[in-house]
Structures are given as structure tokens and as C-alpha cells.
């Protein structure tokens, strides 16, 4: 199964970080954004890793963001489709 990111990699500006984890467990994995571009902040880099493939028997996947300005999102959790 693909997990994908692009939607946060497009705003990576405003994100310092961004942590997941599966089906329930702590949010202690990190997903790599590329650098920021002030001059495309929104646009993908052509060699961005824009996804991730996780276990087949995943159920869930929990993500939380932390910004720029050192706030964090609240924790969401997204279940796999069946």
C-alpha cells in the first residue's frame, strides 16, 4: 500500500516536520520533507519522494505536523481503506 504526501510536501514552507506512525502506536517516525523554495513554495521538486509504500496489514496511519514557528498540529489519524 502507497502512502502519499504530496499535499503536505507543497506546503513544506510551513512545515518543519512531519511524524507518523501505524495503527495506533506513537507518532515516532519522520517523514523527510525536501528544503523549502521561497522563489516555488508551492510547487513539488522533481525529485521529491512523494510517497511511501507501508505493510500491507497496516490499519491505520497517525500524522502529526510541527511548523515553522514550533507549534504542532493535533495528532490525525487515517484509516486504510478496505
Do not use: W
Amino acid at each position: 500500500m502507497k502512502v502519499y504526501f504530496t499535499q503536505l510536501i507543497t506546503y513544506r514552507c510551513a512545515i518543519k516536520e512531519v511524524r507518523y506512525g501505524y495503527n495506533d502506536g506513537a507518532v515516532d517516525k519522520v517523514f523527510a520533507l525536501p528544503a523549502g523554495d521561497p522563489a516555488d513554495p508551492n510547487g513539488v521538486p522533481e525529485n521529491a519522494k512523494i510517497y511511501m509504500n507501508v505493510p500491507a496489514k497496516t490499519a491505520s496511519m497517525s500524522v502529526q505536523l510541527t511548523y515553522v514557528d514550533g507549534t504542532q498540529s493535533e495528532t490525525r489519524t487515517f484509516n486504510a481503506p478496505k
